[in-house]
């Protein structure tokens, strides 16, 4: 058998080449590392250490690790500031009054969950949507019942509230499940009247969302760049509603130590998943667009605002905006809306009386309620708060009726503030250089703020790192709020000079027990 003879030399030259790839691949490279010595590094050690070329360079420190990131610094800077006396000031003797009764709120809200999904099944099955309806449960510890049931005469929130950081967490994060236009709009759908409302512009576009706890936030898109200002030939009433406005606000709000303003937190909102698919308003559905530039787009519809010059767009889908959290159900807890003494003119040529008459407070105080009590002092503490943000158009403001004439004043609605860095309206101050009083505790914060070591804008710019949108603010604006500060300091005194410090700082906020000096609550 000729054949396979001649075939073995081969198959031994197969065999003896897979032999020394064997030997090459597998058995020399465990062999030559037995043989090779340990590094100094140890077992495992990839490569050896460096050594240093003198003692002398082995002494080297190595370099200092980098700083913190910012977020670290003004937890710690806004610790410090709370932390100070003035901001653990001793409350009245027993628990603050609380402006809901437990029990009773959730009876309402339990009610108003079962009505929402009978509502939402019922909108399923006119659709024919197969897919079984998802029920939205009313969870006693939902963040947004907590911060309702945390409201009292003191404020919207105590100082140390953790319901508060858990609702901004939720707001933030949590999916919608519906979304609507808010009641004052729906009040002007079709029947716009602009010699009522005069904002003939259409910029105050808003709306409504419900997240999956059953808790509802007022969400206002981004309408302007952060680095634009309002054009000075703006009047008031016309301006862009700022998303970050908003936001800044309740920073502000919160370090003054007010707690007037419902907690704000910043989000970008998908509008196609998270507006326009989850809503049940017709009306609100047809006002989607694409634009030219394939994003995705919406508007109010009103006459005046019907228009897609005023729409505001997603990139393509996402689009920035602030949630502010809602208050209590006005069933629950009514409000007044009450016209601001010092309201301005809304219109292009008129003045009001407090423009053209330097005692005008003579007469206002004459009035009551603001012939005594704390409501006047109230005022002035919201005009200081409007003046820091530059907000010309606070022609109204609400309290709850259950906190009676001395309650504390809501500090809503303000997107028309940080428009213009560059320009301080003075006139925002008139309630305080025309009636010059003040509150002590106001006056003593705004003091400590002043110093280097609290700077108002230090102490915002970390706030505002908290945000998602962060920097909500441009530098430009933070600064404004030093200058501005020094504006509010510089009238104050100058009321302590003309009539004396006894007229003008209202001691009756004072805590007991507190030093006479003024420095002396300064220092920590």
Not at 305 to 326: D, I, Q, R
Not at 346 to 369: A, H, M, R
Not at 471 to 485: G, K, Q
Request: with cysteine.
């Amino acid at each position: 058998m000729p054949g396979p003879r001649r075939d073995r030399p081969a198959v031994l030259l197969l065999l003896g080449a897979l032999l020394a790839a064997d030997l090459y691949f597998h058995l020399w490279p465990r062999v030559r590392k037995e043989l090779a010595p340990e590094a100094p590094g140890g077992p495992g050690c990839p490569c050896r250490p460096p050594r240093p070329a003198t003692a002398a360079a082995a002494a080297v420190p190595s370099p200092p690790p980098p700083p913190p990131p910012r977020g670290r610094a003004a937890a710690s800077a806004l610790r410090r500031l709370f932390g100070h006396p003035l901001y653990r000031a001793t409350a009245p003797p027993g628990p603050a009054e609380p402006l809901l009764g437990a029990r009773e709120a959730l009876r309402y809200y339990r009610r108003k969950a079962a009505r929402w999904n009978r509502r939402h099944k019922l909108y399923r099955e006119e659709l024919n949507l197969t897919s079984p309806a998802t029920l939205l449960p009313l969870r006693p510890e939902a963040s947004w019942l907590q911060f309702h049931l945390g409201i009292s005469r003191d404020g919207l929130y105590p100082r140390s509230s953790t319901a508060v950081s858990r609702l901004l967490r939720d707001m933030r994060d949590f999916s919608t499940v519906s979304a609507d236009y808010s009641q004052d709009e729906k009040a002007l759908l079709g029947a716009c009247d602009c010699s009522q409302i005069v904002k003939p512009s259409g910029v105050h576009l808003k709306l409504v969302l419900r997240f999956q706890d059953f808790g509802k936030a007022m969400f206002k898109p981004m309408r302007q760049k952060r680095e634009e200002e309002t054009p000075e030939d703006f009047f008031y009433f016309v301006d862009f509603q700022r998303h970050n406005a908003e936001i800044a606000a309740f920073h502000l709000d919160r370090i003054l130590d007010f707690r007037r303003v419902p907690p704000t937190v910043g989000r970008l909102i998908n509008v196609t998943k998270e507006i326009l698919e989850v809503t049940k308003n017709e009306v609100l559905q047809s006002v989607f667009f694409v634009s030219p530039a394939s994003n995705v787009c919406f508007f109010a519809k009103c006459p005046y605002m019907c228009k897609t010059e005023y729409a505001v767009c997603g990139n393509p889908h996402l689009l920035e905006g602030s949630l502010s959290a809602f208050l209590p159900s006005l069933n629950l807890a009514p409000r007044l809306s009450i016209p601001n003494p010092w309201i301005r003119s809304y219109s292009f040529d008129g003045k009001e009386e407090w423009e053209v008459n330097p005692l005008y407070c003579d007469t206002v105080k004459e009035i009551y309620p603001y012939s005594s009590g704390n409501r006047l002092l109230n005022i002035i503490d919201m005009a200081i708060f409007d003046f820091l943000i530059g907000n010309m158009d606070r022609h109204h403001y609400e309290m709850f009726t259950k906190f009676g004439d001395d309650g504390f004043l809501l500090h809503l609605d303000n997107a028309r503030g940080f428009g213009r860095h560059s320009h301080d309206e003075t006139s925002i101050l008139a309630p305080l250089t025309q009636c010059c009083i003040i509150k002590r505790m106001t006056w003593l914060r705004l003091q400590l703020l002043a110093e280097p070591e609290y700077r108002l804008s230090d102490v915002m710019r970390e706030s505002l790192l908290q945000d998602p949108l962060a920097p909500v603010l441009t530098e430009p604006h933070l600064l404004a709020l030093d200058r501005r500060l020094q504006l509010i300091l510089r009238a104050v005194r100058k009321c302590i000079d003309t009539y004396g410090e006894a007229r003008v700082v209202a001691n009756d906020t004072m805590p007991p027990g507190a030093p006479t000096s003024d420095r002396a609550k300064l220092s920590t």
